[in-house]
């Protein structure tokens, strides 16, 4: 099983943290290890879990949130990611959580879904650092900075990043190499050999596996590279039930 990277949930309604942390543990990848419900708490509780991730609130009783943010960034160690959850929609609180270093800013209230594709993101680059070389060139410079591109004008509620992620998620499962599904190696028209590599494909839920992403999540990001071009779907008809759709790059 993959490790889980530890989450701290800073929020002073507990109704609200209580809600977040369902949030958090709906997604396979990361687990929650603590609440705080002030800065302090916050604070010392980061001290002692050393999590992974920081779900921070900037509204917060004693200290506020971008200051904590900003002390967050003076304790020793590896830094730690932080989203910001909040319901501070002023810009001067959008460009001094950027400043810093915040990978996210969800304004509240967001659904669980929107939580996720942040998450996705966050698990996206801590992977993407995990495999990086102690020297980087440019070109992984700008690779690790970089965040969801822009021009994808993808539809509301798909990142870049986690379309990036199924599309090479179906790739791994389709270039038959025996992964996946017990006719993994049928061949069309019923030949053997080479051919049955190539009639390799997944369902929503081999890929939602692989990536580590609910199923209907992994369901949109295929439709949508099917519309894009890049991938291909076509129903399997079992002996009984609905049909199940199967995908492949195109």
């Known amino acids: 099983m993959t490790e889980q990277a530890r989450t701290l949930v800073v929020e002073d309604d507990p109704v609200v943290a209580t809600v977040h942390r369902g949030f ?3 997604h396979p990848r990361f687990v929650v290890v603590g609440e705080a419900r002030t800065g302090a708490d ?4 980061v001290s002692a879990l050393r999590p992974d991730l920081v779900l921070l609130d900037l509204h917060l009783p004693d200290i506020g949130g971008l200051d904590v943010l900003q002390r967050l960034r003076m304790l020793p160690g590896p830094p730690v990611d932080v989203v910001a959850t909040t319901a501070a929609r002023e810009l001067d609180s959008v460009r001094q959580a950027m400043a810093g270093g915040v990978l996210a800013y969800l304004v509240k209230p967001f659904t669980s879904a929107a939580l996720r594709e942040r998450l996705d993101e966050v698990w996206q680059r801590r992977e993407d650092v995990r495999r990086a070389q102690d020297t980087l060139d440019q070109d992984e410079v700008d690779q690790l900075l970089a965040g969801p591109r ?6 509301k509620g798909l990142s870049g990043r986690s379309r990036d992620l199924v599309r090479a998620a179906l790739a791994r499962l389709c270039a038959g190499d025996g992964v996946g599904g017990a006719d993994g190696g049928r061949a069309d028209g019923g030949g053997a050999g080479a051919g049955a590599a190539a009639a390799r494909d997944a369902s929503a839920a081999e890929v939602a596996e692989a990536v580590g992403m609910s199923r209907v999540s992994a369901r949109r990001y295929l439709e949508h590279l099917v519309t894009e071009g890049y991938a291909q779907v076509a129903p399997r008809y079992g002996a009984t039930g609905r049909p199940e759709n199967r995908y492949r790059p195109a």
């Open 24 to 26: 958090v543990e709906s």
């Open 42 to 45: 916050a604070l010392r509780l």
């Open 150 to 155: 822009s021009a994808d004008r993808l539809p």
